[in-house]
Nanobody
Framework: QVQLVESGGGLVQAGGSLRLSCAASGRTFSMYGMGWFRQAPGKEREFVAA????????YYLDSVKGRFTISRDNAKNTVYLQMNSLKPEDTAVYYCAADSDISSFSHFYARGSEYDYWGQGTQVTVSS
């Protein structure tokens, strides 16, 4: 069982930056692939970024490449999403998620159904 708690959301002007954090409970954090997803009002949840257990592999939604960076600190049981050059279309509730399936993560990291545990979300609002 893993509990995930996101933080770091808020209101920022376009062009600004935020860093989201996701703290995980438990001593097996390093065994999970981790992902960030977001959901804007009236829209479906979408994949944003993912990172492998070791942090050696990262994956991004095309529209955030070059602006967002996912990272993790396994000693602190935390995954981060650094968001730069924010745009109004980045406005959404951001969720982190943990995936225990080692064999499938590298293939299905963008699928919400791949993940076993989810946080409660943190709101990011980008004003124009």
């Amino acid at each position: 069982q893993v509990q995930l708690v996101e933080s770091g959301g808020g209101l920022v002007q376009a062009g600004g930056s935020l860093r989201l954090s996701c703290a995980a409970s438990g001593r097996t954090f390093s065994m999970y692939g981790m992902g960030w997803f977001r959901q804007a009002p009236g829209k479906e949840r979408e994949f944003v970024a993912a990172i492998s257990r070791s942090g050696g592999s990262t994956y991004y939604l095309d529209s955030v490449k070059g602006r967002f960076t996912i990272s993790r600190d396994n000693a602190k049981n935390t995954v981060y999403l650094q968001m730069n050059s924010l745009k109004p279309e980045d406005t959404a509730v951001y969720y982190c998620a943990a995936d225990s399936d080692i064999s499938s993560f590298s293939h299905f990291y963008a699928r919400g159904s791949e993940y076993d545990y989810w946080g409660q979300g943190t709101q990011v609002t980008v004003s124009s």
